[in-house]
């Protein structure tokens, strides 16, 4: 071992350095075990056994337990400076097997994810060299912390930003949105925006704004205690906001109070394992062949599900919509309340909707108002007035039929009743 080695920090890295010392020095296994645990400053390799397994039961994150799955997350580094390389592995434990968390694609789907590749069923490991040990333990804290998240919360990356923009628009986010993510529910297919500003940038007035938002665009927010997954240092560092639609998205009362039980994992409580880059790290079940990550089950058909409208319905009140809201443009009253309606559906289609379904492009276009080709109404005369009132009895129908016993079936019906007063005031 040289003097620039990594000093080893568990009981895998007296291992690894045991197995050196063996090689170089033909000393039996006893003996180069006890000398690697007193490089690491033990007086023998049990005294690093007893020491370390009270530091292990200790630390959450390797807290073993019968029902545990270990996941080891690596990554090498190599200072270009001195020359210097070395490896950071950081042992957590889950509740399930990663592959049962993530699929290998949806690692793509997260900034602290998508470096890495899977190496064995309870091992990833980064695809690049890091530019020196701490950015090593950085990259793998980061990591540790987003499948704290999954493991607590079963939501899984999703690369779909237009479901938790209101209205499927980015100028609708959040005011003061930073470093945001998206996940999925894999089972109601409902979705959860995560926004993690820095501290420093929400002040009052921030917060303020963001209320004023969620009230206007029927938004939860809530702000758990735990830090959260970018940068989680109390001063300096970024807060975590769950937002979720108030009817269509993810019920974030159960998340907050799963996460909150997540301990803190950042580099500078390092308890992982340090050690040469040589030989390389391999985890207890490296060999065996890496069974296929779950996919993401389907979502079940929308009229099965009581709580979703079938496509159909979309469709049919997207086109009467539309038709409406065309002919009743220069009618303020009327358009505005309508467009309300139809930002309702359309959210609820963007939130709700199967992502193997439609493209966001074709659930957008069902909503799309594309009618300008209709000319219309200054002063509705008497056919007109009987065939735009035949039109909104068809589709307070449509909407009573489907959303008559649902939370936001009242919302729908004080705006279609503002837009048929409207109607009967019309001269």
């Known amino acids: ?161 237009s479901r938790v923009y209101p209205s499927g628009n980015s100028r609708n986010c959040i005011p003061h949105s930073d470093h945001p993510s998206v996940w999925f529910d894999p089972t109601t297919r409902r979705y959860l925006f995560v926004d993690e500003p820095y501290v420093r940038a929400i002040g009052e007035r921030e917060e303020q704004e963001r209320e004023r938002w969620a009230i206007s665009h029927l938004q939860v927010v809530a702000k758990p205690t735990w830090q959260g997954m970018y940068h989680p240092l109390r001063q300096s560092g970024s807060q975590i906001y769950f937002i979720s639609h108030a009817f269509s998205g993810v019920s974030v009362k159960p998340l907050v109070a799963a996460v909150d039980r997540i301990p803190l994992c950042t580099a500078d409580r390092w308890t992982g394992e340090s050690a040469a880059a040589t030989p390389r790290f391999n985890s207890p079940l490296s060999g065996q062949p890496l069974p296929n990550a779950e996919p993401t089950p389907r979502a079940r058909m929308q009229h099965d599900d009581p709580a979703r409208p079938p496509l159909t319905f979309h469709r049919e009140v997207g086109l009467l919509l539309n038709k409406l809201i065309g002919l009743c443009r220069r009618r303020t009253g009327i358009k505005t309340h309508l467009e309300s309606v139809r930002d309702v559906l359309r959210e609820l289609l963007m939130t709700s909707s199967a992502e193997e379904d439609l493209s966001d492009a074709e659930m957008l276009a069902i909503y799309e108002i594309n009618n300008t080709s209709v000319q219309p109404i200054l002063h509705p005369d008497w056919p007109q007035r009987s065939a735009l009132e035949e039109d909104m009895r068809k589709l307070r129908g449509l909407l009573l039929q489907e959303f008559a016993f649902k939370a936001y079936g009242s919302a729908l019906a004080r705006h279609l009743g503002a837009a048929e007063r409207s109607l009967g005031a019309w001269r």
């Open 1 to 161: 071992m040289s003097m620039n080695s990594p000093v080893p920090s568990s009981i895998g890295g007296i291992k690894s350095l045991a197995r050196q010392i063996k090689h170089a020095t033909g000393a039996s296994h006893a003996a180069a075990l006890d000398s690697a645990a007193q490089t690491a400053r033990f007086q023998n390799y049990a005294h690093a056994q007893r020491t370390l397994a009270v530091h292990v039961a200790a630390t959450p994150l390797a807290d073993a337990r019968s029902d545990s799955y270990p996941l080891f997350l690596t990554f090498y580094w190599k200072d270009k400076e001195t020359g210097e390389r070395g490896r950071e592995t950081l042992t957590m434990q889950l509740s399930a097997a990663w592959t049962s968390l993530i699929t290998v694609q949806q690692l793509a789907h997260n900034r602290s994810l998508y470096d890495l590749q899977p190496m064995a069923s309870d091992h990833l490991e980064g695809k690049h060299y890091c530019s020196g040990q701490m950015e090593a333990r950085e990259h793998a804290c980061a990591a540790a912390r987003v499948f704290q998240f999954m493991d607590a919360t079963r939501l899984r990356p999703s690369a779909s930003y």
